[in-house]
């Protein structure tokens, strides 16, 4: 069984960065596609970004050129790296495989506000 636990959220302001961590265990994490999602209140959860095993990436177009998803498959790590950070960025962001599992770790909470 998998497990994901992310962390690294907080506040920021707008035009600020945050870095957040996805750590993942038991599973051969290196053979999958890997994304993170968010999910703002009151709306569905997306998918932000996407990493496959050989580091190929796709974005969502609301974070193109300000978000950057990367892994390292050594230590089960994937991160996301973001900049320029706007307040319709507010969410819960979630790392997860691509398609995603049934299972999903706690988030970390991402708050862009002045």
């Known amino acids: 069984q998998v497990q994901l636990v992310e962390s690294g959220g907080g506040l920021a302001q707008p035009g600020g960065s945050l870095s957040l961590s996805c750590a993942a265990s038991g599973s051969i994490f290196s053979r999958y596609p890997m994304a993170w999602y968010r999910q703002a209140p009151g709306k569905p959860r997306e998918l932000v970004a996407r990493i496959s095993p050989l580091r190929n990436t796709n974005y969502a177009d609301s974070v193109k050129g300000r978000f950057t998803i990367s892994r390292d498959n050594a230590k089960n790590m994937m991160y996301l790296q973001m900049n320029s950070l706007k307040p319709e960025d507010t969410a819960i962001y979630y790392c997860?495989?691509?398609?995603?599992?049934?299972?999903w770790g706690q988030g970390t909470q991402v708050t862009v506000a002045s």
């Open positions: 997860n495989r691509d398609p995603s599992m049934d299972s």
